[in-house]
């Protein structure tokens, strides 16, 4: 059964850091792309980011380059969004997928809040 279940979010202040791991099961991570997403209240999901961990090629969207970051352990079958100098407009439900944003994805974990502010 595949599974994927995002953990690490929580409330940070404007300018902190955090990294939200998502584990997945069910499935060899090697051979799938993953991607992060994420929805802000009001508004359409968005993708964040996507990592091959065959080759550890990677995209970041350009709303957040410079500050995320995405990477995957292989032995864990975990794969990490790494987020630097959060803003307030980074406020948002984050999810990861297997399947990357613009691509088919098949199955999405349940998500984990991230709540930036003062």
């Known amino acids: 059964q595949v599974q994927l279940v995002e953990s690490g979010g929580g409330l940070v202040q404007p300018g902190g850091s955090l990294r939200l791991s998502c584990a997945a099961s069910g499935f060899t991570l090697e051979y799938y792309a993953v991607g992060w997403f994420r929805q802000a209240p009001g508004k359409e999901r968005e993708g964040v980011s996507c990592i091959s961990p065959s080759d550890g090629k990677t995209y970041v969207a350009d709303s957040v380059k410079g500050r995320f970051t995405t990477s995957s352990d292989n032995a864990k079958n975990t794969v990490y969004l790494q987020m630097f100098s959060l803003k307030p407009e980074d406020t948002a439900v984050y999810y990861c997928?297997?399947?990357?944003?613009?691509?088919?994805?098949?199955?999405w974990g349940p998500g984990t809040q991230v709540t930036v502010s003062s």
């Open positions: 997928a297997r399947g990357c944003p613009g691509w088919e994805v098949d199955y």
